[in-house]
T-cell receptor, first 114, second 114 residues
């Protein structure tokens, strides 16, 4: 059974700092991995999607990497801003009949202080 | 497009009452997903549809939960009878042609059962 773990559960950094959020999964047979952002009381917004054949994806100040063999992904946020404060969730999609069935981690709650 | 639309945004009901949550997916998306989010269990997939047909309902917790998708633009999640432990945020998401593609989430329905 696929399990997704995110470390740390919470993180507080000063504005301008570069930071890394970690995600690990137990079953390397994945179709893709997605990083989402969730603001309090809101839905999820997809940030980056990495297909299983890819190593990384970039969008603006965000860079996500994937090491499928070791069951790890990282989300790198450069030059953090107070507006980046939110909960970040990673989710993996299985293969075959499990494609599209996202298994989520518990999330990392980030606070960026001005 | 307005994105995934869910209604109501908040629902407070008494134990034993029937609750119906509604979702309108993004036009043209063939996949629709229902998730539940709680502090204890995080985000869990309940059921998903492809072209209005339920594909996997293994996440539906009990027979009290049922979901339908009568057409491509509408889905319901019903709880009958509701219990306090059903209190959670319920999200609907939709995805384009393939289940492994990026999922777009609605704002969620916060359900409180007293």
């Amino acid at each position: 059974k696929q399990e997704v773990t995110q470390i740390p559960a919470a993180l507080s950094v000063p504005e301008g700092e570069n930071l890394v959020l970690n995600c690990s999964f137990t079953d390397s047979a994945i179709y893709n991995l997605q990083w989402f952002r969730q603001d309090p009381g809101k839905g999820l917004t997809s940030l980056l999607l990495i297909q299983s054949s890819q190593r990384e994806q970039t969008s603006g100040r965000l860079n996500a990497s994937l090491d499928k063999s070791s069951g790890r992904s990282t989300l790198y946020i450069a030059a953090s801003q107070p507006g980046d404060s939110a909960t970040y969730l990673c989710a993996v999609s299985g293969i075959g009949s499990n494609t599209g069935k996202l298994i989520f981690g518990q999330g990392t709650t980030l606070q960026v202080k001005p | 497009d307005a994105g995934v639309i869910q209604s109501p945004r908040h629902e407070v009901t008494e134990m034993g009452q029937e609750v119906t949550l509604r979702c309108k997916p993004i036009s043209g998306h063939d996949y629709l997903f229902w998730y539940r989010q709680t502090m204890m269990r995080g985000l869990e997939l309940l059921i998903y549809f492809n072209n209005n047909v339920p594909i996997d309902d293994s996440g539906m917790p009990e027979d009290r939960f049922s979901a339908k998708m009568p057409n491509a633009s509408f889905s319901t999640l019903k709880i009958q009878p509701s219990e306090p432990r059903d209190s959670a945020v319920y999200f609907c998401a939709s995805s384009p042609f393939r289940g492994g593609d990026e999922q777009y989430f609605g704002p969620g329905t916060r359900l409180t059962v007293t």
